[in-house]
């Protein structure tokens, strides 16, 4: 039933890249609110993959 | 077994039980930490208590950690920054969502949410709609008037987040919104026990239209225990023919358990996203195994805003000690929440809780699904008076009714009523927490 370990990490791996892209693009668009309400409302999301796998890892359940 | 199809995510879903309190730990931990650092509030509590991050390092330290209370919540909330206090995490201009407490129990408490809260409660959601057998292809009528209060707002977002199309029934009244949902073919609902059974009533008996006929499926309830007692939720599934869920959650804390379609007789708490205690009310123990009714002190484990820390939510539960056949390893919780420790009263010595009377009221047939009870003083002793409502074409059968009604009080609650009956259509009803328990005594 479950994932394997090395499978999440993989997933991880992806959610942790997606993390520090969008907290690239953010500071790197800092005067275009049109990119960064949008990177916020994405971090949200990233945020959410993280509570739903990388927490697992992270803590390394 | 289920199949991985039938999970939201079956990483958290089916983690053993040891792994999963090594993370509501670390998570506890997490949070605990976060609102030490970022409110005033909590850090002159946590100071008072001499409880410092360092010190939480098992469940036991968890219990020492000071409970928080809605009252104290009021209090908070007349410091700056206006209008939420000094619990308030991050900055006012981080908060996107603003909503209420129902104000049932006194002045309604404020909920700030940061936009990553509220993708948060629509991913609790997801967890429970998912679990209930919603998916893409459903089209969810959600007759709700959408407005300061939480209900079914993250409702909406989550059915959206699993792909689902979402009809908001927003300010129709209950003919439009049947109406529209025999227009659209919409194949689930959503709302509060007494507001779907009021639906059903209006569509037969003022608009000609069995509800069972149209196109529901499944109907998620919330709000109200009433899903989660036998009669009913019978009555909504057969008014309905659809299949009926419990659901719980409260604006300060979050969505915090659900049913799954295999109907285990209670609720799962998705404990990878809450942290749920169960206190004795008389002793203050903390109730670990199935069997014993409790308090619950509920912690959130992810919402940064406003943080839930182990909040006193007054409702009343206990653990069912099977597991459930879905697969999911989160605990279930016995009949859902049964009641609220401020609503479970003394009368003639005896406790009472009214969703027993519920219970009964709802399982015998030719009576309506509405009710009120009262209970006040008559002289030194005290008094219960039941008001029931016979179902049209019931008339003659009253005597048998009131013999099977008085009986089955009798047995369930240990009381003696005085049962009155009203015409059909006769006493309240009620679109959103309905009010049928009135304890005069206190006046």
């Known amino acids: 039933m479950m994932t394997t370990e090395n499978e999440l990490k993989k997933i991880d791996d992806k959610i942790k890249l997606l993390r520090n892209t969008a907290e690239e693009l953010k500071s790197l668009a800092e005067n275009i609110p049109a990119i960064t309400r949008n990177t916020t409302r994405l971090l949200a999301s990233v945020k959410m993959m993280e509570l739903n796998i990388s927490d697992c890892i992270d803590f390394d359940i | ?443």
């Not at chain 2, 008996?205 to 998620?220: R, S, V, Y």
């Not at chain 2, 659809?242 to 404990?271: F, L, R």
């Not at chain 2, 401020?342 to 009964?360: F, N, W």
């Open chain 2, 1 to 443: 077994m289920a199949d991985k199809q039938n999970y939201w995510n079956l990483v958290l879903e089916t983690l053993p039980l040891e792994k999963l309190q090594k993370l509501q730990l670390n998570k506890f931990l997490r949070i605990f930490q976060w609102a030490y650092n970022n409110s005033k509030f909590h850090r002159s509590l946590y100071e008072k208590a001499g409880i410092t991050p360092d010190d939480i390092q098992s469940f036991e330290d968890i219990r020492h950690v000071p409970k928080v209370e809605k009252s104290m919540m009021r209090d908070i909330q007349k410091k700056d920054p206006f209008p939420y206090g000094d619990a308030l995490c991050v900055p006012l201009e981080e908060v996107t969502e603003y909503r209420q407490t129902s104000g049932t129990t006194g002045q309604p408490v404020y909920q700030p949410d940061t936009w990553q809260d509220w993708e948060w409660w629509a991913e609790c959601w997801a967890y429970l709609l998912w679990a209930q057998g919603y998916r893409p292809a459903d089209r969810v009528f959600i007759p709700f008037g959408y407005n300061v209060f939480v209900a079914f707002w993250a409702g909406h977002y989550g059915a959206e987040k699993i792909g689902c199309e979402v009809v908001p029934g927003g300010v129709l009244d209950t003919k439009s919104r049947i109406l529209k949902i025999q227009e659209l073919r919409a194949t689930a609902l959503m709302g509060t026990p007494t507001y779907i059974l009021g639906m059903a009533d209006t569509a037969r008996n003022q608009m000609g239209i069995d509800p069972a006929e149209l196109t529901i499926n499944k109907i998620t309830c919330a709000g109200e225990p009433g899903a989660g007692i036998p009669s009913t939720k019978k009555r909504i599934e057969t008014a309905w023919n659809a299949k009926v869920y419990d659901h719980a959650g409260a604006t300060e804390i979050g969505a915090w358990s659900y049913e799954c379609s295999h109907q285990p007789g209670g609720m799962h708490v998705n404990e990878a996203f809450f942290l749920v205690e169960i206190e004795d009310i008389d002793t203050g123990e903390i109730i670990t195994g199935p069997g014993k009714r409790g308090k619950m002190i509920i912690t959130a484990l992810d919402r940064v805003a406003q943080p839930c820390i182990r909040f006193d939510s007054k409702d009343i539960i206990e653990w069912a000690p099977e597991s459930c056949s879905c697969g999911r390893t989160f605990r279930i919780i016995k009949g859902g929440v049964v009641g609220r420790a401020d609503d479970i009263t003394k009368v003639k010595g005896v406790l009472l809780a009214p969703s027993a009377i519920e219970e009964v009221v709802r399982s015998i047939n030719g009576l309506g699904d509405e009710y009120e009870v009262i209970v006040e003083k008559a002289g030194d002793a005290e008094k219960i008076t039941l008001k029931v409502e016979l179902m049209p074409g019931s008339k003659d059968r009253r005597q048998s009714i009131e013999s099977k009604l008085t009986d089955q009080l009798r047995l369930k609650t240990n009381l003696r009523y005085d049962i009155i009956f009203n015409d059909y259509g006769t006493l309240p009803r009620y679109e959103v927490k309905a009010k049928r328990f009135k304890d005069m005594r206190k006046k």
